[in-house]
């Protein structure tokens, strides 16, 4: 039907389901701006015809506005927006992403392959497109403790029964230096495949891409893009709530480049989508710094979708999906109307729809470690002894690899609580960066694995706060001095709220106003908790088990330094 | 294996199968130059590595070289090569190209699905990368007499055997418009659908993109190939022996647009290649003209690839095919050694590789007309009345649609007759451009239904030249005033020789020699009159059937003009 009624559209034998008229069209493929034209969508919400003279059943002015396609995420994990599927949806279209690459590996981290049906299933309620990724690496280290493994036998399974769907990111560099078995088996012949790979370079690249991965996203430096550029990888610019790469790696697009970069958000709260912007707020500050528009537009979504091999979309032109934005100054990326597969955004949210969404309450009770005690948290010695510190960097997921003594300034006892009911490991070290003064911060998101994260300036506010997120079933917690806390809730796995993102700004703003006045400078200070346990992100990271010296991808022995 | 050991030799654990070293890598992805490094490949003819220090197996000595990957020829037909699979392989391999798209559907006209399955077979002895589409237009249009017909039903059969394949030019344009009920069925969830448009623009050309079609090798203008890019499309520039279009098209290959664009030949024969070069040429003439070489390099290899949704070549980087030229100077395009899956050219034909190859014994006997006399072929009276006459252009396929009387100067009759023992149709007009003072020519390619098509200055010479090609089972002929014949014989379904290149090339000097002698001044004339039936380019064309009216899709009344 669709064909048929697309020609007939485009001969203008039948009026267009949605006709925007007299628009200025931006084309991607060209740099050409098209003015004064008319985009006519079929019935299914594609575009049938971009020309002058056409009509439609409904008929959208576009008189003044520039349309350029929708946004493409290329990669992020929907649970560091800290919302279900439907709250994600109706937040990150309102800043014209109409397509996500997700993978979901952090909920599998904890209820395992469960999270892949819970995600396909609201992608197919969902209006946006968001591109279901199986998680190669859960756990995604040896060194640590998760709820659930996804084994290779698992993995194929998946790639047996959903052969469309690509593999998540390969985060696992030294599985695959070494050549694991257990890794070779899962990446081989896969369709498609996400990269992780910060810091990698020379030889260990070209071995790394041997595995066919085709991006990453984790460069923080430009040689370091340019590097993978090079080598055939196609650059995501990362503009998360901790990770921040897109200042560094702006001298990267050009036109030259251009084909081959995207952008992403990996891990973005609704703090910073409601402060600062999505993929809009990256594209304005582009343009800002003097990037040509073309290189901007394109890398916000037809570079993406050309490396992702989505043909369908990226640009404004027949055949595409309806994923539209309306501008009202495409300098500074002002979106006026946002079309999601020719359906006006304000439209997609009425009630009943509600229905095609999967239900969260499997995974509700997934908090499962023993009440803690201040015991469980001992100061280290005072005694000028050295200790390897954690550096945690502002905006960086990378962290330093620090000598120094516990009672160093800002130096803090920081633990990993084993919450999956398997073993009740607590890890051990000292950080640097969050320099609280009182009271302690806790998390039940800690990537990979998701054990409880804490921070503190005591024992006693440290045992606190994991009970806090004990009771709570997860989420993120300020423990104050005199006892009093801020809590924001985090109940499905943990991870996420059944809350809108508006309501979560709120709570995070209070979160992170409690945080400062603890005395932490850090612009996301629980998402940076939250990283402390990332084991595949260079240098020193603490799990469950202990401190865990990336680079060398092993456990420190205790004691040592 | 090839994962294993590529991660082997990447880490420099094991020695490359094959390390190109101390070369300059020329990086089309981002334009940049990587000074004396080396490449490494694995067993199976992958790029494993680029970088310094590899070691090989074999060494191939780099210094002062620069390599680039190899070329893809975006849209030919085999048969226009004249040559079989082996010997077209031996042939454009010394010219860099080692990807071609290959619609084989001249000889599916004669032979049926015989010849994709011909097609598929030799594809798989073949080092270089031959992609067979399957041809969805076969006859290209109802108005003319083929040797088989290729239907919706025998296409899904195809289509389910081969998902991977994808269809050939769409070139139905009319069928398109009118919702050709059969069409649909062919196009309707293709994978991936070459398209073929020359010179739909506006509500029409929306309407055509509407099928899926990906590309159009078909511009002949350069406003015509930019609406073409601004509607979505990429355009493949095309440089054939009989249409030329890359002078117009120049302008086209920007920096902007280079992701979008490629090059085919469509239609070559040897004589162009040995005298001019292939895709070498286009490049050599593009620099030449000015065009930036990372564009000209791009366009002829990795933005094909990108437009073609081939992620395994295009550049020279890990997890790419070994497809690799060796440039000894990279402005003129000239080659030193050309890499073929890793394996240099000169080593892939050896003695005992054609046993692969399939027999082509079952097409040799195909051209099945009745002896022809004299009277098939009747002057038209010279009364000054006015006639539909064909003005062929030297260099295009599109010809003119001209009114003159049979008498005008450089008028004459032409005929094409149906040559699959159908119905023995001749289909009788007048032609503009071949000039001819004495003698005839006559060939059994004739574009796509094959049939024979004559011209000549009077009934006996061609009613000779048509009973020449009768006898050698297809081929090219010219006739001489004394009844003496060059004739290169094209036995393989009336298409194609088992000669090689440089034999066929030197037979096809000889009969141009002779078509010039009898005053023809085109450059290809056998390639001119080959293209005089195919009905699905403007303007006026002639089957068996009789004259078309392209533009309207309908065949001539009588005496209409």
């Known amino acids: 039907m669709s064909l048929q009624e697309c020609i007939q559209i ?83 279209t309102a800043y014209g992403v109409t397509t996500a690459v997700c993978d979901l590996h952090e909920l599998a981290n904890v209820v395992g392959e469960a999270a892949f049906d819970y995600c396909l299933q609201a992608s197919q309620a969902m209006a946006m497109s968001l591109l279901v990724r199986i998680s190669p690496c859960v756990p995604a280290t040896p060194l640590e403790t998760s709820g659930f493994t996804v084994d290779a036998q698992c993995l194929r399974r998946w790639r047996e029964r959903h052969p469309e769907l690509g593999l998540g990111e390969l985060m696992n560099v030294p599985g695959v230096l070494n050549r694991d078995g257990e890794l070779m088996a899962k990446v081989e012949g896969a369709s498609f495949l996400d990269g992780h790979c910060p810091m990698v370079t020379g030889r260990a690249l ?101 490396g992702l091999g989505l043909t369908d979309r990226g640009l404004i032109a027949p055949g595409m999906r309806g994923d539209i934005l309306l501008l009202s100054d495409w300098k500074e990326c002002r979106l006026e109307r946002v079309f999601v597969a020719g359906v006006p955004r304000e ?46 960097l502002d905006g960086s997921l990378l962290t330093e690899r620090l000598s120094l003594p516990a009672d160093a300034p800002g130096v803090l006892p920081v633990a990993v609580v084993e919450r999956h009911g398997k073993n009740g490991n607590v890890g051990r070290g000292l950080v640097r960066g969050f320099a609280l003064k009182a009271g302690a911060l806790a998390s039940s998101v800690g990537h990979d694995s998701h054990n409880l994260c804490v921070v503190g300036t005591s024992p006693q506010a440290m045992a606190e706060a994991a009970n806090a997120l004990r009771e709570s079933q997860g989420g993120f917690v300020a423990v104050r001095p005199d006892g009093t806390r801020v809590l924001l809730p985090l109940p499905v796995g943990g991870l996420m709220s059944q809350e809108e993102g508006p309501v979560l700004a709120d709570r995070l703003r209070e979160l992170h106003q409690a945080a400062r006045e603890l005395g932490c400078p850090l612009h996301a200070p629980f998402l940076q908790l939250a990283f402390v346990p990332l084991a595949v992100i260079p240098h020193l990271k603490l799990t469950d088990r202990g401190l865990v010296d990336v680079d060398a991808f092993r456990l420190l022995s205790p004691g040592e330094c």
Chains 1, 2 share one sequence.
């Open 347 to 392: 439209r997609l949210f009425q009630k009943g729809r509600e229905d095609a969404f999967p239900s969260e309450e499997p995974f509700l009770h997934t908090v499962k470690c023993r009440p803690m005690t201040p015991e469980d948290f001992p100061l280290p010695p005072r005694d000028g002894r050295l200790h390897p510190v954690i550096g945690v």
């Open 10 to 92: 485009a001969l203008g034998q039948r009026p267009a389901a949605l006709a925007i008229q007299h628009v200025r069209v931006f084309h991607l493929a060209t740099g050409e701006w098209e003015e004064d034209t008319d985009i006519a969508l079929d019935s299914q919400g594609r575009i049938a015809a971009v020309g002058r003279g056409y009509d439609g059943v409904e008929v959208v002015p576009g008189k003044g506005l520039v349309a350029v396609p929708g946004f493409i995420d290329a990669h992020m994990h929907l649970e560091s927006s800290l919302m279900t599927p439907r709250n994600y949806e109706r937040m990150v």
């Open 206 to 306: 070209n071995a790394y891409l041997a595995t066919g991965v085709r991006n990453d996203h984790e460069s923080s430096t430009l040689e370091e893009a340019r590097e993978k550029l090079r080598r055939g990888l196609q650059v995501l610019i990362r503009e998360g709530s901790a990770a921040r790469n897109l200042e560094a790696l702006l001298p990267l697009m050009t036109l030259e480049n251009s084909m081959r970069l995207g952008f992403c958000t990996d891990d973005r709260n609704p703090l910073d989508m409601e402060e600062e912007g999505h993929l809009d707020a990256m594209v304005r500050r582009a343009i800002r710094a003097g990037i040509p528009p073309l290189v901007a537009y394109r890398v916000a979504s037809y570079s993406a979708a050309q």
